[in-house]
């Protein structure tokens, strides 16, 4: 029997992180799409006629299905009761449909058709919803806007559901093993996509001179297109363990309704759920105006026509070299000698150093904030082994609490004292930045595999899903809130490069003072409650 069990792929350490691959590579294509349109914020405006209020709705309806429609709830359920194999792919064709609608909403086909002229006389309204100002479309709305709003709900419903299922994943394969170190690493490739849609997004815009923000879109289609493809892998890896181990996840103590008052009866429950919707209110939102807000307080001038620096061959150059930068500096994390080890971090370093370089001298905003992931896939997995082997997963998002605030405020008060200044500037650009990436990573490492210490095991999907719910409140709302703030506290045509976003990014150091709150609350909670999130994963 033992022999039998030592043979299962959960047990073969290369098959683990085979299935991990294969769901962080569908997230990683689902994070390039989630923010497909964001460094190109400018040319939404001025090809579409997209202000920042109807940028933000459309970037805030995202969750919008997920949060009044309860459809996270839902996905939570699916989860439980049919597994993590099915729900993946389901995500994965939900994404994709979602993401195609969009397509269609900023290509050059929807102008002028019968669906604009319907979606241009139509959902200006929306009784409820508009009383209580919570509509995902207004009056004046661009049509595209609105349809482009619609692709975005399903999209997100499949996002969202890929994210609850990737930890459930995760939960499955790795528990009692390197979880926290898998949840780490898988958080870290994922969000590489956030740096190379930020990289190829423009790139595909502006692709042989002829500005299409359509092609940027059809890029991220094909990627969705991939993750559809690597669940469906994951699909039969996953049953083939089940057929080893003899699990039927979806059948061994069925999920009850009943089952979700234990969960939100957990004082612990909540107060992570919390820190999670703040921390991630700062972050994501953010990402969505980041290019826009470098390039409203950078000072950048393109480069000579005709140099190397304006080429389009320069983008894969340093994306490549980007691409050294993240593996090198991971895998730096998994080699035992330490003249492996420190060699290539060095090389990470070095990389990164000529990344940022290249980066100063296209005089690229969106080339600047992809620096936004690249230190925390070096440092995620360090912290999701130091918590499993140490613990301390409370005081690390304490920490990630602090960075946030100072990152925000340095964003808001110390970035613009240095506007004529180019090189200053860049230097207090990329420093925030990269310290910025790094207190996100603190979140995953030390966040979500507390979960499991808080619930019991049949309802870990409904767990993560309402943390998720509770979550996408926060993304819902405050992209929206910062577009309307940015066209109240800018007078009206003010060109899409020179907006002032002092107040909404105080507003995002604000959640992180209110998170540090909670962060310090949940640290004495777990002291008196011994809930073990300060203790480590792995037991000796």
């Known amino acids: 029997m033992t022999q039998a069990i030592q043979k299962t792929l959960r047990d073969s350490a290369a098959m683990r992180w085979t299935a991990l691959l294969l769901l962080a590579l569908a997230m990683f294509c689902s994070y390039i799409f989630m923010d497909i349109l964001s460094p190109i914020k400018d040319l939404m405006q001025e090809t579409r006629g997209w202000d920042s209020t109807a940028f933000g709705t459309m970037q805030g309806s995202e969750v919008f299905l997920n949060v009044f429609a309860f459809f996270l709830i839902f996905a939570g359920i699916i989860l439980d009761k049919m597994g993590v194999r099915f729900t993946a792919v389901l995500s994965a064709a939900v994404m994709l449909v979602g993401a195609i609608i969009k397509w269609y909403a900023v290509s050059d086909a929807f102008i002028g058709s019968s669906l604009e002229t319907w979606f241009n006389n139509n959902l200006n309204y929306i009784p409820v919803f508009d009383e209580l100002g919570v509509s995902p479309f207004y009056a004046g709305m661009p049509a595209s806007a609105k349809f482009a709003a619609c ?116 004082s612990g429950f909540w107060l992570v759920a919390l820190l999670c919707v703040l921390y991630y209110s700062a972050i994501f939102p953010f990402q969505k105006y980041a290019v826009n807000m470098l390039q409203c307080n950078l000072t950048l001038t393109a480069p000579e026509e005709g140099s190397f620096w304006a080429g389009s061959n320069v983008t894969i150059i340093q994306y490549v070299i980007m691409l050294i930068v993240a593996a090198a500096g991971f895998a730096s994390n998994f080699q035992k000698k330490a003249s492996a080890k420190y060699g290539l971090l060095g090389i990470s370093i070095v990389a990164l150093i000529i990344y940022c370089y290249m980066g100063y001298m296209r005089q690229s905003a969106e080339s600047i904030f992809a620096v936004f992931p690249l230190l925390a896939v070096l440092i995620t997995p360090i912290l999701g082994s130091y918590v499993d082997h140490h613990g301390k997963a409370a005081s690390m998002l304490i920490l990630g609490s602090l960075l946030l605030i100072a990152c925000h405020l340095t964003f808001a008060f110390i970035l613009p004292m240095f506007e004529g200044n180019t090189i200053g500037g860049a230097l207090v650009a990329y420093i925030t930045i990269l310290v910025l990436g790094s207190s996100f990573s603190l979140v995953p490492a030390s966040l979500w595999p507390s979960v499991p210490k808080l619930v019991d095991a049949k309802v870990i999907g409904s767990a993560y899903a309402l943390i998720f719910w509770i979550q996408n409140i926060g993304l819902w709302l405050f992209p929206m809130l910062y577009g309307k703030m940015l066209d109240l506290t800018n007078p009206a045509g003010t060109a899409a490069t020179e907006l002032d976003h002092t107040i909404p990014l105080v507003m995002f150091a604000c959640l992180g003072v209110a998170a540090l709150i909670l962060g310090l609350v949940l640290k004495v909670v777990d002291k008196k409650k011994g809930l073990g999130l300060e203790e480590p994963n792995i037991k000796d």
Not at 165 to 174: A, D, L, M, P, Q
Not at 217 to 239: E, K, P, Q, S, W
């Open 151 to 266: 692709g975005f709900m399903i999209f997100g419903c499949g996002c969202e559901m890929a994210g609850i299922t990737v930890s459930r994943g995760i939960v499955k394969w790795f528990k009692g093993r390197e979880m926290a170190l898998a949840m780490g690493s898988e958080m870290a490739l994922a969000r590489l996509g956030v740096a190379t849609c930020m990289i190829f997004s423009p790139y595909f815009a502006r692709l042989g001179g002829e500005i299409s923000v359509s092609r940027s879109v059809a890029f991220g289609v094909v990627l969705m297109c991939i993750a559809l493809i690597m669940t469906i892998v994951y699909f039969f890896m996953d049953r083939k363990l089940d057929s080893q181990t003899g699990e039927a996840e979806e059948k061994d103590d069925p999920f009850k309704i009943s089952d979700i008052g234990q969960i939100l009866t957990s």
